[in-house]
């Protein structure tokens, strides 16, 4: 078996690393993540052989994230099951993330997709699916 082709990291540059280590670090770990990586701009979380880096670039050219612009709209994630995916759903608010679509949640994606649509602070948005 190969590993070509499959995703190796995700990074995402971020205004603020430490709101973003809460939001992240949090979600990523409730996902069974583990830290990976420290530096003085960033942090990363890996599970099996991904990992997702939240960093503080000082190349950033702005202070805002958009996800309605052109690029990355979201991440989504697998959760669990259904059980699991309410139990990040309550949690998330504690740790800075807010539900979006809540008055279609958990069926935002429709009525064979279950699921839970996530904003953090700074306007990233991830998607956790339901097995």
């Known amino acids: 078996m190969t590993s070509r082709g499959l ?4 990074e995402l540059w971020v205004p603020d690393l430490d709101r973003a280590e809460r939001s992240w670090g949090w ?16 942090r990363s979380w890996r ?21 309605r612009r052109p690029g990355l709209n979201h991440l989504a994630f697998r959760a669990g099951t259904p059980a699991d995916l309410d139990a990040l759903v309550a949690a ?6 807010r ?8 069926f935002a ?17 991830v998607e956790l699916v339901a097995d």
Request: hydrophobic share 35%.
């Open 7 to 10: 995703l190796h990291h995700v």
């Open 27 to 42: 979600l990523l770990t409730a996902l069974g993540a583990r830290p990976y990586q420290s530096w003085e701009h960033g």
């Open 47 to 67: 599970l099996g052989g991904v990992y997702v880096v939240v960093e503080r670039s000082p190349d950033l050219s702005a202070d805002t994230h958009e996800r």
């Open 92 to 97: 998330a608010p504690e740790h800075g993330w």
């Open 99 to 106: 539900l979006l679509f809540a008055d279609r949640h958990p």
């Open 109 to 125: 994606g429709g009525p064979d997709h279950r699921a839970a649509y996530l904003e953090d602070a700074d306007g990233y948005e």
